[in-house]
């Protein structure tokens, strides 16, 4: 089998199904003499590759992994190259090349400020219009309509539908805000799955499972073509717009990697597939920076979320993002899309006072505990309703399920008065403190409406988890991290307003002993609750700490406030880690089966290699010299469809070395095509080991298109050992053997499965994506 062959599920490997031809292999003692089992120099290789006209860029088809060590030597021949030239040339040639590289991360960095700017003004613009409309103006949004207006006093211009058109009954007033909220909820959900569907079907969902999966080395470009980012940014903008419980921020990062993929395309950056990941993790750290306005989470959500220590240079990715993520930050400032000079919607910087008391910790880590139960509950529930569509006759029919889900969501929220509004402007709302000079949100700085208002938050909360659970994995672009933020907010407020009731009830209780004794004084600010059980909430579905932490910060400004934060975050995930210890993304990556491996440290039970490897006579080999001619070994290579072949000599399987199918395919298929006597060249003996290539000068040496390094262990070596390799060092595969003979190979697909086992779920996507 290959070393990034498409795992089959509960299937053994194939034994090898090679025919076995009459042993052409030379002498073994040869082989021990030359020690050619043991794979070329690399400047042996190089100067055979010239030399023999092999191909060294292959190209990765759709859907495997790429060779990291390959890309890697690639990359550093690259730039030993353009320094090896002399004159000015050769000191204008590396500066050229990284001018262009930066060339594309600044545009990355501009575009996709702007392009969150006016994703922030198109999806607020359409979802007010859902409620009414400016009165001299169409394209006024209700913050652009109502500007200009003293703190309290009543905004005249905007009309809600109702009052624009003159219904006057009460019944008909109802009626038609009804009618309308829910029919453009209906056509903005609807048309956003349309555009996917018909033009750009990698454009649905977050896209973070799959931009985790590329920077670790899988081959999806489709997934970041132009067309994708052009549908993913429109089609993003409605089904925000139509109320659905999703938002815009996770898939910002897939937008901001297509924009740099486009680029790099249109300024022919030269990159191999290690350069070109080096870049998307740039981008999607600027994703990030845009979407929170957050230009430090970025650089570390791309740290730790997407994994990118993973990468040989980890200072430069991590520079380049940051630069990414500034410049992007500082164009959506620039842009300032609302008019308020604050980088996203729901900032709160100085509305949270500078103190807190010890007793609160006791409601903030309930807070936690909930936000990490809850969490985890959501991420099975939606696991469990993606499984369910994928498995029944919804899944035929993607347009039909968005648009019943998009009016049942419309009636239900319409309902609710928290509901009802666009999630960003609640989650604004529930993070605001109370304040005489600005206006009182639906009556939640209501004292005598207490209960009221913590019912209507809890039911808020819950009806949010139900439709978040099924909504993420809709055929439309769809964020988790706003629902999540939204229902911890909710919870979080709902907290808040019961302990300020409670001080307010009992003032001279000892555990509020340390509150202001002037009853004017606010002791307790109910928006921070929301602030930590928002924290807390995404924590549990996201599994993020520290750029999480970073993240919150720098939405609210609450420097004093960092270490609630942080120990909600902590408690979050402990609670959360003990009820299932995989985040949302990694339980998507394990269902669609992508060639992910999770960074967490891996412990055996004092299990050995021996426990997961594929025996020798269960792989499909090459051996040495069987298929005698270079026409059958083509006709073999082209049998199989696997990422290579482990090369074996005599009958004893003593190991040659590795060579990758597409490498010996176009080479192979080269000699014949130039050859004028195709059939002369066909029928020409071959070997890959070079001393018997010296011994007979009739044979051809295909000895140069052995991997440079395969990693060769024993059996016996512990399991925990064999998983640490693939994590740190990206090997695609490792090769075992027993005194020099094959004995069995381990690939990732192998390591990927023995740690996405334990989910109930794993690969039970995998049909919506291509075979990996």
């Known amino acids: ?23 052409a292999s030379p002498n073994l003692s040869m082989i ?41 030597a690639a990359e550093r021949e690259w730039k030993r190259t353009l320094h090896s030239q002399r004159g000015l040339r050769g000191a204008l040639a590396p500066i050229a090349d990284s001018s262009k590289m930066w060339l594309v991360i600044v545009l990355t960095g501009v575009g996709i400020g702007v392009a969150g700017a006016w994703l922030d003004v198109l999806v607020r613009w359409l979802g007010d219009l859902r409620e009414g409309r400016c009165a001299y103006g169409f394209f006024y949004n209700q913050v652009a309509c109502c500007s200009g207006l003293d703190p309290g006093e009543v905004c005249t211009e905007w009309k809600t539908w109702s009052e624009y058109l003159h219904v006057s009954s009460i019944l008909g007033q109802s009626l038609l805000q009804a009618w309308v909220y829910i029919a453009l909820a209906v056509i903005f959900a609807g048309s956003a799955a349309v555009l996917v569907i018909t033009y750009a079907p ?18 999806f470009d489709a997934f970041l073509s132009p067309w994708t980012l052009f549908i993913k940014a429109l089609g993003l903008a409605l089904a925000v717009a139509s109320g659905l419980s999703l938002g815009k921020e996770g898939p910002l990062v897939h937008v901001s990697c297509c924009m740099a993929f486009l680029l790099s395309r249109i300024f022919k950056v030269k990159q191999n597939e290690s350069q070109k990941r080096k870049l998307l993790a740039a981008a999607a750290a600027a994703g990030v920076s845009v979407a929170f306005g957050s230009p430090l989470g970025g650089v570390l959500f791309g740290l730790e979320e997407l994994d990118t220590f993973a990468f040989s240079n980890e200072n430069d990715v ?27 919607l729901f900032e709160v910087s100085g509305t949270v006072s500078g103190t807190w008391r010890a007793f609160e910790l006791i409601p903030w880590m ?46 239900i929220c319409y309902l609710v008065v928290f509901l009802r509004a666009q999630t ?82 009992y003032p001279s209780a000892v555990i509020f002993s340390s509150c202001p004794p002037d009853a004017t004084i606010r002791c307790i600010s109910p928006g921070f609750y929301a602030v930590v059980g928002a924290a807390a909430m995404l924590g549990g579905v996201t599994r993020m700490t520290v750029s999480l932490v970073v993240i919150m910060f720098e939405l609210t400004g609450a420097l004093s406030h960092v270490l609630p934060i942080m120990i909600s975050v902590v408690v979050s995930k402990w609670v959360a880690d003990a009820l299932g ?48 001619t270079l026409g059958e070994l083509l006709a073999f290579v082209r049998r199989y469809h696997f ?51 010296a011994a007979d000068n009739e044979l051809v040496n295909l000895a140069p298109l052995l991997d440079e390094a395969v990693l060769q262990l024993r059996k016996d070596v512990p399991l925990q050992l064999v998983v640490n390799m693939f994590q740190k060092m990206n090997l695609r595969h490792v090769l075992f053997s027993q005194e020099g003979k094959l004995t069995g190979l381990v690939t990732k697909t192998d390591i990927v499965w023995l740690l996405t086992a334990h989910s109930p779920h794993t690969g039970q996507l995998a049909g919506d994506t291509i075979d990996q």
Request: some cysteine.
């Open 1 to 23: 089998m290959s070393a990034s062959g498409s795992p089959r599920p509960h299937t053994t490997w194939l034994k090898s199904l090679s025919p076995r031809w009459p042993s």
């Open 202 to 219: 990698y454009a649905f969902h977050t896209g973070i499972p799959e931009i985790k999966a590329i920077l670790r080395g899988y081959v």
């Open 643 to 693: 990422h290579g072949f482990p090369v074996v000599a005599g009958d004893e399987d003593v190991l040659v070395g590795f060579v990758v199918r597409e490498k010996l395919r176009i080479y192979l298929e080269r000699l014949v095509t130039e050859d004028v006597d195709g059939a002369l060249t066909e029928a020409q003996r071959w070997t890959f080991i070079k001393a018997a290539a």
């Open 424 to 505: 960003s402007e609640l989650v604004a709302n529930l993070f605001q403190e109370c304040d005489v000079t600005k206006g009182d949100y639906h009556g939640l700085c209501n004292p005598t409406a207490l209960w009221h208002n913590v019912f209507l938050l809890i039911l808020t909360a819950v009806v949010k988890v139900g439709l978040t659970a099924w909504t993420f994995g809709m055929m439309i672009p769809a964020g988790i991290f706003l629902p999540t933020i939204a229902i911890g907010a909710c919870f979080g407020r709902a907290v808040g307003l019961l302990t300020q009731g409670l001080q307010r009830a």
């Open 32 to 72: 021990s003499a030359s020690s050619s089992f043991e794979l070329l120099g690399r400047n042996e290789l190089l100067q055979a590759s010239e030399s023999s006209g092999i191909d060294a860029s292959v190209p990765y088809p759709e859907g495997t992994t790429i060779d990291w060590h390959r890309e890697e």
């Open 581 to 628: 210890r995989d985040g949302i993304y990694t339980v998507w990556i394990a269902m669609r089966r992508y060639p992910w491996l999770p960074p967490d440290e891996y412990r055996d039970q004092g299990q050995t290699a021996a426990q997961i490897v594929k025996p020798a006579s269960d792989i499909v080999v090459l051996r040495d010299g069987s298929p005698p």
């Open 318 to 344: 991590m520079w380049r993002g940051f630069v990414t993520s500034v410049i992007a930050a500082v164009t959506l400032q620039y842009m300032d899309p609302f008019g308020t000079s604050k980088l996203v």
């Open 366 to 411: 309930l807070l936690a505990v909930v936000g990490g139960v809850v969490g985890s509950f959501l991420i099975r529930l939606n696991a469990a309703a993606a499984v369910y569509r994928r498995n029944s006759s919804i899944y035929d029919w993607p347009v039909l399920e968005v648009v019943s889900f998009a009016a049942l969501t419309g009636a």
